[in-house]
């Protein structure tokens, strides 16, 4: 009889230490949950809008996980072009350290908040 409940408790435990594991955030993941967002550009009045157009690159330099939040912060390089109706004029480039805030909520990751660290316009710094 004891024997039944230890294989019964271990297979409760390893059932419960398999549910908990959560996978990391991918760049991927980083750059499919910007797009659509929005963040004002340190050191301007302007924000910037994350298009599923653009090339979007993230580059992770930290992340911690903590239960059912995790915090990742990455280097973000992107542009779009700027138009004039509808001739392209340049380039728009920005590139810097934004912090992104997640929940574990419904079996993945979900996307609660952004802070702008140092994404900020480049473009005449190339």
Known sequence: MKTKLFYVLF????LQAGCNSKPEISSDKIINDLNGKSITLVNSNSTWEFKSSSKIEASEIRSSYNGDKAEVITLIETEEPLY????????VSVKGDIKLKYEWYNSEWKLMR??????????NKK
């Open 84 to 91: 004039y109706g509808p001739i392209k004029i340049m380039m």
């Open 114 to 123: 952004i802070e702008n660290i140092s994404l900020q316009d480049v473009t």
């Open 11 to 14: 297979i409760v435990y390893l």
